[in-house]
């Protein structure tokens, strides 16, 4: 039987796959490659190389071309290297036929993922979750694991054991999910029952991309200690602080960062730790201003949050935070290259944000603790509103 294995203390020397399919931007790729060299690093690995390869579609056998392959497998083969990730999720094929070219092991992106989840899961609600989505994700790949058991060929002795075998993990794999599946729909109905019995505080909820500053933000609201760290994923747990701006007290959550490809089983897992934003009165969108794409972040947290939510539209503030990260490169006269955000003006984005976007924002850094009365006042006067409107007679907090 299969079983998970976390990535071990020693570091593992990775190298990094990204495909460009048709008419995709190599810039895009590009991105996503430094992004899954952060996931690598979080995971405790180290990048040694990338290789990409353009493609119409990708191979039904490999996923890659045959001569990229052979010019891979030549430097797995000269530089050491323990491990293969690949930035799109691989059928069971692709990862058995890659594994026997590589001679090492090759993982996607959704595994990786995953391995970090299971990393930084504590609580047994978010090890569960994890588990859940493990497995979930393990299934269909069953067949792909047990090679040395399949029937290859035809003779004497070499007829069907292979078939039960698997057969048998399946049916242990599933019940697996089942026992995780009722352990978290116990665990759910407890939550549940603690949610309903915070009172009649509003609720404000800290969502955004990951490794974005939410759990900064949260410690500086609430004068707790919520672990916070520059690397992807450092908070799995939902948690939720009671705080108070002026006399209005008020809930916070803090909640699980999202990343673009993120496994369909980690959502589904995480939905019930979510249930913090479903049930919030006021979503805090927190950005990485200082990211060179984080307006593809931005449409990345608010297509997840419309999954959760069922398309409900939700009261929001956009906090745009790291902008002592920001760097801007200011334009030559004569200079004919695109628009891009490091020769745009933090004036220049506050002022676009500001008019194009009937979302309240506000622009800080929570790490040098800058413009952050204009963000307690702003949440103050979101949440006054909310309170007015839910308690109109009740005023002597104003």
């Not at 890659?98 to 047994?124: G, Y």
């Not at 352990?183 to 759910?188: E, P, S």
């Not at 505080?201 to 933000?217: A, E, H, P, Q």
Request: aromatic share 8%.
């Amino acid at each position: 039987m299969p079983q998970f294995i976390e990535t071990s203390k020693t570091k593992e020397r990775a190298i990094l796959v990204g495909v460009i399919l048709g008419r995709t931007d190599e810039a895009v790729v590009y991105d996503h490659l430094d992004e899954l060299e952060f996931l690598v690093e979080t995971a405790g690995g180290e990048t040694s190389a990338r290789f990409t390869q353009k493609l119409d579609r990708p191979e039904a056998a490999t996923f890659l071309g045959k001569g990229k392959i052979e010019e891979m497998s030549l430097f797995v083969a000269e530089n050491n290297i323990n491990l293969v990730v690949f930035d799109d999720e691989l059928s069971a094929t692709q990862h058995r036929n890659l594994e026997r070219a590589f001679k090492c092991r090759v993982i996607d992106r959704s595994n990786l993922i995953l391995d970090i989840f299971a990393q930084r899961a504590r609580t047994a609600h978010a090890r569960s979750q994890v588990e859940l989505a493990q497995y979930q994700y393990l299934l269909p790949r069953l067949a792909g694991m047990w090679t040395h058991l399949e029937r290859q060929k035809g003779g004497i002795g070499l007829k069907g054991p292979g078939e039960k075998e698997i057969e048998t993990d399946r049916r242990i794999v599933r019940n697996k999910i089942s026992l995780l599946k009722e352990k978290l729909r116990l665990i759910d109905k407890q939550k549940t029952t603690q949610r309903s019995n915070r009172g009649s505080l509003v609720r404000v909820s800290l969502v955004g991309y990951t490794n974005v500053g939410k759990s900064t933000i949260m410690n500086l609201l609430s004068k707790s200690e919520v672990f916070a760290e520059d690397k992807l994923f450092a908070t799995l747990d939902t948690t939720v602080r009671k705080v108070v701006i002026g006399n209005l007290p008020f809930l916070l959550s803090d909640t699980v960062g999202f990343i673009r490809k993120l496994p369909h089983h980690l959502i589904e897992s995480f939905k019930s730790t979510l249930d913090e934003i479903r049930e919030s009165d006021l979503i805090v969108h927190v950005v990485d201003l200082s990211h060179p794409n984080f307006e593809d972040q931005i449409a990345v947290v608010k297509e997840t949050l419309a999954e959760l939510t069922g398309g409900k539209e939700k009261q929001t503030i956009v906090v745009f935070n790291k902008i002592d990260n920001y760097f801007y490169e200011a334009p030559e006269e004569d200079d004919l290259m695109a628009t891009h955000n490091k020769n745009i003006s933090l004036e220049q984005i506050k002022s676009t944000w500001m008019s194009k976007n009937h979302t309240p924002s506000v622009f800080i850094s929570a790490k040098e603790k800058l413009n952050l009365e204009s963000f307690r006042q702003m949440l103050y006067d979101q949440v006054v509103t909310i309170h007015k409107e839910r308690y109109p007679y009740d005023n002597f907090l104003y």
